[in-house]
């Protein structure tokens, strides 16, 4: 029996004796009862890269890898692809870009699920459009003990058929490259893609995220650019989200005036110009004159949670057993607007685990980012420094100075409070906190990364030693050192964890 046959075998004979065995015995012959999840995203590409048994060896063998969450649905590169580009790549894999990315559903898309949408399901034409990664994994991933979840995330590609069908619509009418949440199609195409994926395959959960504020987030502050958004561009004033805005008694009319409000007070705050009452004054001014501002915004917000709770309800309903779970983004670190919004007990009403984003190094870049966007309007009255140490204390943070934070990034003591955090956040409800766990993330310029196995190994600690019950490495394999990925394992067998 060679080396791949022996750990095939020993995954597949581990998970017959668990379920023979029974608690009370598994205990006596020191058989770990309650593992935790830990689990990688990953893409298609990386098994046909590499080859889908060598893959899973290294995940299993490095990185202790139990659970796969495998790019699904996305026309993100994000998520799917290669390492993304002007960046070096890893030691393992296909060493040159995916030139040709384009991304859709890397799964075979199933018509009958899509009836009641205007949008066609098709496959991703990437690499020929023939390779179906959910029909190639899962039987191998089963073998070994491994169980399997679909990752889709809330990013498009404005060139597919129908995009403007369900484009968001900006303050002043024109389409966006995003998807309207209150839109039928777009609602009824989601929903159609995770049935298919529940219904069609044999897998044992899924995950679906979405990056995204509503307008009202998107004019005052930015995660991901520290120059501030485009206010003529923040989403979404389409007619459906008009008639839902009128269906709850929010004037329309008025919210389109507070918006356009607010727009000038960014372009202000922007230019230089002294504000004879301030920056931040202003700013609540007009928030108290147009109480429909942030009424539109809370709108928005309902819009993304309901999709949650129409996924969550379907897939229980389809396969009770699977786990359903979100990737809650960076700004539930950086943003009180965002976190106030984002109330984790209420969205485990509708989740059986959260992807909590705790990326320490990416987190440091990210927040000189968004520190630098806010300074731009919200926090233009006091300097820069003022305004990271007010955030501090907003968000309860001790954290770098502004000018080590790209270069120093957040340690494991951000890992550690955050997921604390979180674990008492949905405290009383059946969900879990699954922190996502940064190994490198390659968002940064080259010179501001610094992830090395001392602290990964410290980071996962701190996921798990924070309550969470599991662990999401990312953002993807394709991107990640292997020593890197061993430092993960490294610290759960140190835990004992695995």
Same mark, same amino acid.
């Given at each position: ?16 004796? =668990? ?47 139990? %659970?796969?969450?495998? %790019? ?22 296909? =060493? ?44 191998? %991933? ?24 369900? /484009? ?181 009403? #509708? ?16 927040? =000189? ?37 790209? #270069? ?15 674990? /008492? ?74």
């Amino acid at each position: 029996m060679d080396r791949r046959e022996f750990i095939t075998g020993g995954g597949a004979v581990l998970a017959a004796t =668990q379920a023979t065995l029974g608690g009370g015995l598994m205990a006596q012959v020191g058989v770990k009862k309650d593992v935790p999840t830990i689990g990688i995203q990953i893409g298609a590409i990386s098994f046909q890269d590499e080859g889908t048994e060598k893959v899973l060896d290294i995940l299993q063998e490095k990185g202790g890898i139990n %659970a796969l969450f495998i %790019a699904s649905f996305t026309y993100g590169n994000g998520i799917a692809g290669r390492m993304i580009p002007d960046h070096p790549f890893p030691d393992h894999g296909v =060493q040159n870009l995916n030139d040709h990315f384009f991304g859709g559903n890397y799964a075979t898309p199933h018509p009958q699920y899509y009836k009641n949408t205007r949008m066609k399901p098709t496959k991703a034409p990437d690499n020929g459009g023939r390779y179906d990664v959910l029909e190639d994994v899962i039987p191998r %991933a089963k073998k070994r003990g491994m169980k399997t979840y679909t990752w889709s995330e809330d990013v498009w590609n404005k060139s597919i058929p129908n995009f403007d069908v369900i /484009a968001e619509r900006d303050l002043y009418g024109r389409p966006q490259g995003t998807a309207c949440f209150y839109n039928p199609d777009h609602h009824n195409f989601i929903l159609g893609v995770q049935e298919d994926f529940i219904r069609s395959y044999d897998i044992d959960g899924i995950l679906w995220g979405s990056e995204r504020y509503g307008p009202f987030g998107n004019m005052v502050e930015s995660v991901h650019n520290p120059q501030g958004n485009d206010p003529t561009k923040v989403t979404c004033f389409c007619d459906f989200c008009k008639a839902e805005a009128k269906r709850r008694g929010i004037d329309v009319q008025r919210a389109i005036d507070g918006f356009h409000e607010l727009e000038k007070w960014v372009n202000l705050c922007r230019s230089g110009a002294k504000i004879p009452d301030g920056h931040y004054v202003t700013f609540w001014r007009v928030l108290f004159q147009y109480p429909e501002v942030l009424a539109w915004e809370t709108m928005w917000n309902d819009g993304v949670h309901n999709t949650y709770k129409s996924m969550y309800t379907m897939v229980k309903g389809v396969k009770p057993a699977a786990g359903v779970g979100w990737h809650v983004w960076h700004a539930h670190s950086y943003s009180a607007f965002f976190r106030a919004q984002t109330d984790l007990k209420k969205l485990g009403e #509708y989740s059986d685990f959260l992807k909590m984003t705790v990326y320490n190094n990416l987190g440091g870049w990210r927040m =000189q980012n968004y520190i630098t966007s806010a300074h731009r309007t919200m926090y233009g009255d006091m300097s820069i420094d003022q305004a990271l140490e007010f955030e501090y204390k907003v968000v309860g943070y001790q954290g770098r100075s502004y000018e080590q934070l790209p #270069y120093m990034g957040l340690d494991e003591s951000y890992v550690l409070n955050e997921t604390k955090r979180c674990v /008492a956040d949905v405290e009383g409800t059946k969900t879990e906190i699954w922190p996502g766990l940064d190994v490198d993330i390659s968002n940064m310029p080259d010179e501001y990364s610094h992830t090395v196995p001392p602290t990964i190994k410290a980071c996962t600690k701190a996921c798990l030693e924070g309550g969470g019950k599991g662990i999401v490495i990312s953002r993807k394999y394709s991107e990640m050192k292997l020593a890197n990925l061993g430092a993960v394992g490294d610290a759960l067998r140190e835990m004992k964890a695995i």
